[in-house]
């Protein structure tokens, strides 16, 4: 096999695992899942969406008590496939207010911050177009054991999430990332499950403490 024809492989090889890796249908069986969910106050509840840190939550409810809170995480995702499922998985069910945990992914898998801001703008818009009225907020993706390496990146995604919630009233940026870090500004290593990159429960009692202050009256029970 020439070098030419090896090399021309190599890149059909790679690009049908790129395309297979970015088909959003292959969250369909998790989607029929929270589609199953029973039906939450129209108007008057909260949906979380987003990646794993999101579905892996399973102590949002109790965390929040005095609101209606709705998990819809769907594990694995990025903001385009937020965005593809955005209308069945969230919009449909008219909530005043969304946070979404989505970018983690997304920069893991080579997206730049550019195409992570398109993808964000795109489901902001068509939240706006749903209900003007609907409160958004962005958390911040946050750090990890397994991705430092990708600090950098994270820090400018988190830098330009944060510029865009401020251009609208109703969108607001959660910073996840601040409290996971120590003095010396390294991410703490006792809040994460044995894979170093998902969160234990110590994890998710930061995110209870940083979150809580966004949530809104809209949901409370």
């Not at 039906?39 to 909260?46: D, K």
């Not at 109790?62 to 955005?86: A, C, I, P, R, W």
């Not at 946050?142 to 919630?165: G, M």
Request: aromatic fraction near 10%; charged fraction near 25%.
């Amino acid at each position: 096999m020439s070098k030419r024809v090896l090399t021309i492989f190599i890149s059909s090889v790679l690009s049908c695992l790129y395309i297979q890796a970015q088909d959003p249908l292959r969250f369909q069986s998790q989607i029929r899942e929270l589609e199953a969910l029973p039906e939450a106050t129209r108007g008057a509840h909260i949906i979380f969406t987003g990646s794993s840190s999101i579905r892996m939550w399973k102590t949002l409810a109790e965390d929040f008590t005095e609101h209606e809170v709705v998990n819809k995480g769907f594990g694995g995702s990025q903001m385009s496939d937020l965005g593809y499922y955005l209308e069945e998985l969230v919009l449909s069910n008219e909530p005043c207010q969304i946070f979404i945990y989505e970018g983690d992914n997304d920069l893991n898998a080579g997206k730049t911050t550019d195409q992570i801001l398109t993808d964000t703008r795109e489901i902001l818009a068509r939240v706006q177009k749903s209900n003007p009225e609907t409160q958004v907020v962005l958390i911040s993706p946050k750090p990890s054991v397994a991705r430092w390496h990708l600090k950098v990146k994270y820090e400018d995604l988190n830098k330009q999430l944060r510029l865009l919630a401020d251009e609208d009233p109703h969108w607001a940026f959660a910073d996840v990332w601040s409290p996971a870090l120590d003095k010396n500004g390294e991410v703490l290593k006792d809040i994460f499950i044995d894979d170093n990159l998902h969160m234990n429960a110590k994890g998710y009692a930061i995110w209870k403490e940083t979150i809580e202050p966004f949530l809104s009256s809209c949901a409370k029970r």
